[in-house]
């Protein structure tokens, strides 16, 4: 079992920067984020896993960064030039699995292991 506890969110305007952090509570092979929006379905954000690869939905690429720190087993997300339809509670989330089965573009993520959420509220 891995705990995962997330941290950063909070609300910003239209255009502002946020980095959301995830501790977990052991290594773990795949970590990532995704989203959730009232009344929306889970969407994946990005996905990455211990040897550096990186999975991110289009939607973000050019915006939001993951990264990670393997010796402190913390994810980070760091967010820039946010929009209102960025808003949702954003996860942290883990699986032993790699993020190509986990994380599959344009498919609701899979993974074993989620956080509580943080909340991102972007104003216009």
């Known amino acids: 079992q891995v705990q995962l506890q997330e941290s950063g969110g909070g609300s910003v305007e239209s255009g502002g920067s946020l980095t959301l952090s995830c501790q977990a509570s052991?290594?773990?092979?795949?970590m990532g984020w995704f989203r959730q929006a009232p009344g929306k379905e889970r969407e994946g954000v990005a996905c990455?896993?211990?040897?550096?690869?990186?999975i991110s939905e289009n939607s973000v690429l050019n915006r939001f960064t993951i990264s990670r720190d393997n010796a402190r087993n913390t994810l980070y997300l760091q967010m820039n030039n946010l929009k209102p339809e960025d808003t949702a509670m954003y996860y942290c989330?883990?699986?032993?699995?790699?993020?190509?089965?986990?994380?599959?573009?344009?498919?609701?993520?899979?993974?074993?292991?989620w956080g509580q959420g943080t909340q991102v509220t972007v104003s216009s």
């Open positions: 990455m896993e211990d040897d550096g690869r990186i």
């Open positions: 052991g290594h773990i092979y795949s």
């Open positions: 989330a883990a699986d032993r699995r790699p993020c190509t089965v986990v994380a599959a573009r344009y498919l609701p993520p899979q993974y074993n292991y």
